[in-house]
């Protein structure tokens, strides 16, 4: 059974960087699209950035350009580079995989059906 397991996150400054990373374990791992999403203290679970199975690549707008999603293939693992973090990057960042299609203008929206796995918490403070 393919598992996803985040790691990476931690507390660091305003103005840090982290680098989060999502494991995928099984000998083929192919998603559709590959995304990392994030839960804020009381908000909702939100797209951060994804990467579709072609590698093109699409980021929400509060990633400023700060926010680089990348994989490598050979050890099934996506990345999420964060630079430049601030307070309210803070959240508990989780990657989840869609195995089935899912139109481009929706890749943002949380789907039950796709694979989660269990999260990291990312916390931003001076």
């Known amino acids: 059974q393919v598992q996803l397991v985040e790691s990476g996150g931690g507390s660091v400054q305003p103005g840090e960087s982290l680098r989060l990373s999502c494991a995928a374990s099984?000998?083929?791992?192919?998603?559709?699209?590959w995304t990392w999403y994030r839960q804020r203290s009381g908000k909702e679970r939100e797209g951060v950035a994804v990467?579709?199975?072609?590698?093109?690549?699409n980021y929400r707008d509060f990633t400023k350009g700060r926010f680089i999603i990348s994989r490598d293939s050979a050890k099934n693992t996506l990345y999420l580079q964060m630079n430049n973090l601030a307070p309210e990057d803070t959240a508990m960042y989780y990657c989840?995989?869609?195995?089935?299609?899912?139109?481009?203008?929706?890749?943002?929206?949380?789907?039950?059906?796709?694979?989660w796995g269990q999260g990291t918490q990312v916390t931003v403070s001076a």
């Open positions: 989840a995989a869609d195995f089935g299609f899912v139109p481009a203008f929706q890749w943002w929206l949380p789907r039950s059906d796709a694979l």
């Open positions: 099984g000998a083929t791992f192919s998603p559709y699209l």
């Open positions: 990467m579709f199975n072609d590698g093109s690549t």
